[in-house]
């Protein structure tokens, strides 16, 4: 049964810290690994995909890398904001099972303080 | 940017009323998701759609039902709400031929009294 796991649950840094979020899969068999923004009461903002084939995506000042050998994906923030603050979830999609089922963490909740 | 809506944001409602919560999106996405998610817990697929009458029940079992008569518009009912059923409802749509990349709507944040 695949499980999602991101450490830590919460995390506070001053304005302009680079910061990485950890995420962790138990079943390397994944399609792809998706990185996502929730704000406090809304929907989730997608934020990086990265395709099972593929080692890292970029975005502006976010880095996303995978290895699917040890089963972690981290999402790197260079010089964050209090625009950041957010919580940051990763989810995995595998292969069969319900399509399009993704498994969630339970999330980054990250506070920039400025 | 995703155009995905979901309506209302917010329902406080009393046990027992049937509610429907809205999910309509206008990328043509021919998949539809029903999310639940429970205050700091992981999101859990409820329902999904393929497409035009087609949708089946996710992992997590729920008393809610779906149904998709247009691709647009995907709706979740509730025929008689409990104070179980107080969760946050998240509606999610992905092209069929592409990366598998999921948009998702606001939510509904449903509150049963």
């Known amino acids: 049964k695949q499980e999602v796991t991101q450490i830590p649950a919460a995390l506070s840094v001053p304005e302009g810290e680079n910061l990485v979020l950890n995420c962790s899969f138990t079943?390397?068999?994944?399609?792809?690994l998706q990185w996502f923004r929730q704000d406090p009461g809304k929907g989730l903002t997608s934020l990086l995909l990265?395709?099972?084939?593929?080692r890292e995506q970029t975005s502006g000042r976010l880095n996303a890398s995978l290895d699917k050998s040890s089963g972690r994906s981290t999402l790197y923030i260079a010089a964050s904001q209090p625009g950041d603050s957010a919580t940051y979830l990763c989810?995995?999609?595998?292969?069969?099972?319900?399509?399009?089922?993704?498994?969630f963490g339970k999330g980054t909740k990250l506070s920039v303080k400025p | 940017e995703a155009d995905i809506y979901q309506t209302p944001r917010y329902l406080v409602i009393g046990t027992g009323k049937k509610i429907t919560l809205e999910c309509s999106q206008t990328?043509?996405?021919?998949?539809m998701y029903w999310y639940q998610q429970d205050p700091g817990m992981e999101l859990h697929l409820i329902h999904y759609?393929?497409?035009?009458?087609?949708?089946e029940k996710g992992d997590l079992s729920s008393e809610s039902t779906v149904s998709r008569i247009r691709t647009e518009h995907f709706p979740l009912t509730l025929e008689s709400a409990r104070p179980s059923h107080t969760s946050q409802y998240l509606c999610?749509?992905?092209?069929?031929?592409?990366?598998?990349?999921?948009?998702f709507g606001e939510g509904s944040r449903l509150t049963v009294l």
């Open positions: 990265i395709q099972s084939s593929q």
């Open positions: 759609s393929y497409g035009v009458n087609s949708t």
């Open positions: 999610a749509s992905s092209a069929r031929q592409d990366t598998g990349e999921l948009f």
């Open positions: 079943d390397s068999a994944i399609y792809n």
């Open positions: 990328m043509g996405h021919d998949k």
């Open positions: 989810a995995v999609r595998r292969y069969g099972g319900s399509q399009g089922n993704l498994i």
